[in-house]
C-alpha cells in the first residue's frame, strides 16, 4: 500500500463510460486541478509586469520574467481548454485492465506490479506507474492526451526512470493516485500486486 512519499487523498466512486465498455475508473485531464498552477503563473506574470512598471525589478529580469510566464500560461490555457469531460480519457481501469483508449488494453495478468513514485521534474508529485511483467510490452499514453511537459523523455527513458512507459502523473487529472490504487485493487484482484 501506499508509503509516505506517495499522495493517496481524495476518492471518487467508479464512473460509466461510454457504451460497449465494463463499468471502471476513467481518468481525464481535469480543468478544475489544473486552475492553482495556471493561478500561481498568472500571479507571477503579474508581479513582473508590476515590477518592471513601478521600477521595483530593473534589468534583463523583467523581461525575462514576462516572457517565461506569458509562454506558461499560453501553455497552461491550452491546456485547460483542451481539458474537461468531454476530453479523450487518458486511462480507463477497469475489468479487463488498464486501457489507453484508441491505443491498447494491458490485460491484468500482464501486469506484474502498480507503483506510486514520486516524480523528478514536479517535486512534491508523483506518478502511477504500470509495471509490465518481464517481456511484456505496454504502451505510453499518447503525448498529445497529456498537459503540456507532464513526462519529459522518450518512452524508454520514462522506462528507465519508473519501470515501465505506461506513467500516469494524476495531479492535472479527475483521478488521484488514491482514487487509481482503488480502482487497481477494485479489478486486479489477485493478478496484479499494487504498492
Given at each position: 500500500m501506499p508509503?509516505?512519499?506517495?499522495?493517496t487523498h481524495g476518492h471518487t466512486s467508479p464512473v460509466s463510460t461510454p457504451a460497449g465498455h465494463e463499468r471502471g475508473?476513467?481518468?481525464r485531464r481535469s480543468r478544475r486541478r489544473q486552475l492553482p498552477a495556471l493561478l500561481a503563473i498568472a500571479a507571477f506574470l503579474a508581479s513582473y509586469v508590476l515590477g518592471g512598471?513601478?521600477?521595483s525589478m530593473t534589468g534583463w529580469i523583467v523581461p525575462a520574467g514576462i516572457a517565461l510566464f506569458s509562454v506558461l500560461a499560453v501553455i497552461?490555457?491550452?491546456?485547460?481548454a483542451r481539458s474537461g469531460p468531454r476530453s479523450t480519457a487518458l486511462l480507463r481501469i477497469g475489468p479487463a485492465g488498464v486501457e489507453v483508449p484508441e491505443v491498447a488494453t494491458v490485460s491484468w495478468s500482464d501486469l506484474d506490479d502498480v507503483r506510486v513514485r514520486p516524480t523528478r521534474w514536479f517535486p512534491g508529485f508523483s506518478v502511477v506507474a504500470f509495471i509490465p511483467r518481464p517481456g511484456v510490452p505496454v504502451p505510453s499514453i499518447p503525448r498529445s492526451r497529456l498537459s503540456t511537459g507532464a513526462m519529459r523523455g522518450t518512452p524508454e527513458a520514462i522506462t528507465a526512470r519508473y519501470g515501465s512507459p505506461l506513467v500516469l502523473l494524476t495531479a492535472p487529472t479527475t483521478a488521484t493516485n488514491r482514487d487509481v490504487l482503488d480502482a487497481v485493487h477494485r479489478y486486479s484482484q489477485p493478478t496484479c500486486s499494487h504498492t
Open positions: 508509503g509516505p512519499d506517495q499522495q475508473l476513467v481518468v512598471l513601478t521600477g497552461g490555457l491550452v491546456d485547460l
